[in-house]
């Protein structure tokens, strides 16, 4: 490539228009205008969230990282952008899937779903959220089997919790063969993060709704497992089975697999309440 070699990026004097773009759009104001070209402010490769926006909003693929460069790049096509009423239908048609079929996820189409779904926005581009999968059938019973031990513990200390959250009915229904923790799911996907980052909740929850809505994609499914996540963080005969890093919470937790029904419309949900703010 034909430029300047700079500390943190690369420019291709032949294609770069000096439109200053790359600069404007910079979230951390690293990048500078100058008559030669865009440069690096002091201090920039430090401060650089590693983002990549300068790559991707350059209309000429004259700007590259040291880490990244526009071949490297997936390139956005206006064939596949969405329109409003595409975006309604995809957006609206998501199910939550509690039935699903006796055959297991194969690891390359969960894990291709995964890499669409780590496309998700974390704070300052971090990307801290971590993935702990379970998809041994013997494995899941197993975590089952804590959640309703967990619920056996609540209902004889804190009967009134037990009561707001139906556990005295599914701890009968488990007793009777019936799964209503983990649904017979042939996995679970625990999305966790360290404890050192006040993001790490927001940024698992979304990582797990991209997770949720990109899976339909490959053919499969999901629903929250909430009360597995309550459960791992409370109760720690599950913390140990699950052997998480310390000093590391689990902030959500997908059940997955190839859904046993199909869905043929898309129910009405409550409109928005919604207020503007006068000043």
């Given at each position: 490539?034909?430029?300047?070699?700079?500390?943190?990026?690369?420019?291709?004097?032949?294609?770069?228009?000096?439109d200053g773009i790359c600069a404007i759009e910079c979230p951390a104001h690293i990048i500078e205008m100058t008559g030669a070209g865009p440069v690096p402010k002091p201090g920039a490769?430090?401060?650089?969230?590693?983002?990549?926006?300068?790559?991707?909003?350059?209309?000429?693929?004259?700007?590259?990282?040291?880490?990244?460069?526009?071949?490297?790049?997936?390139?956005?096509e206006k064939k596949y952008q969405l329109s409003a009423s595409h975006t309604e239908h995809f957006l609206r048609s998501r199910r939550s899937v509690r039935r699903y079929k006796d055959k297991a996820v194969p690891k390359d189409l969960f894990e291709k779903a995964l890499t669409v779904a780590c496309s998700a926005p974390t704070a300052s581009n971090r990307q801290i959220v971590r993935w702990h999968v379970i998809n041994?059938?013997?494995?899941?019973?197993?975590?089952?089997?804590?959640?309703?031990?967990?619920?056996?513990?609540?209902?004889?200390?804190?009967?009134?919790?037990?009561?707001?959250?139906?556990?005295?009915?599914l701890i009968r229904e488990w007793d009777n063969g019936v799964d209503r923790i983990c649904r017979d799911a042939p996995q679970l996907v625990f999305a966790y993060a360290s404890d050192e980052f006040a993001s790490a909740a927001a940024d698992c929850h979304i990582s797990l709704a991209y997770l949720e809505l990109a899976l339909p994609?490959?053919?499969?499914?999901?629903?929250?497992?909430?009360?597995?996540n309550t459960a791992a963080n409370h109760w720690p005969d599950l913390a140990g089975e699950l052997k998480l890093p310390e000093k590391h919470t689990c902030h959500g937790v997908l059940m997955v697999g190839f859904p046993k029904l199909k869905y043929y419309r898309a129910p009405q949900r409550n409109s928005p309440d919604i207020s503007y703010h006068a000043g």
């Open positions: 490539m034909k430029g300047m070699q700079m500390t943190l990026f690369n420019i291709d004097d032949e294609k770069c228009d000096k490769r430090e401060i650089c969230i590693q983002c990549g926006h300068c790559v991707a909003v350059c209309p000429k693929a004259a700007f590259s990282l040291e880490f990244l460069s526009p071949d490297q790049c997936m390139p956005i041994r059938k013997k494995d899941i019973v197993k975590i089952g089997a804590h959640v309703i031990d967990w619920m056996r513990y609540v209902s004889k200390t804190h009967p009134q919790v037990a009561q707001a959250y139906n556990m005295e009915n994609g490959f053919g499969l499914g999901s629903c929250w497992a909430g009360y597995v």
